[in-house]
Each structure stands twice: as C-alpha cells, then as structure tokens.
C-alpha cells in the first residue's frame, strides 16, 4: 500500500536495484488485491492498466 505518492515508484526503483535482480529484466508494481503468486493476474494487471493509459517508467524516466 502507497504511504504517499511516489511510493509505488521508489519500491520498483529499490527492487530493480538490489543484487538480486541484476538478471532482471523488468520490475512490475500491483495493487495489494492483486496475487504476486499468480503470473497470470499479474500480467492481466499490468496489461489493464496499460489499456487504461497508464505510464511506463523506464530507468531513462526514473530520476525525472
């Protein structure tokens, strides 16, 4: 749950950063109602959002 605005933001940037993601290719931030378990309802979350107008933030996008 975002504390405040921008918080989704620093949680990707953090994860994204960490040692153990460095094979990573992307870092993908749901709601709480979402199951992270389930790839698929991740993927469709992501995609929902997406049709919705939703911004990607790309690490070009990230200090900004």
């Known amino acids: ?10 949680a990707a940037m953090v994860a994204a950063g960490c040692g153990a993601s460095y094979m990573a290719r992307m870092v993908i931030v749901v ?4 199951d992270i378990t389930n790839p698929a ?3 469709w979350a992501k995609m929902e ?4 107008g939703a911004r990607i933030a790309t ?4 200090g900004k």
């Open 59 to 62: 690490k070009e996008l990230w």
């Open 49 to 52: 959002s997406l049709a919705e």
């Open 41 to 43: 309802e991740v993927m």
């Open 1 to 10: 749950k975002q504390l405040h605005p921008g918080h989704a933001k620093m």
């Open 31 to 34: 709601d709480e109602d979402i």
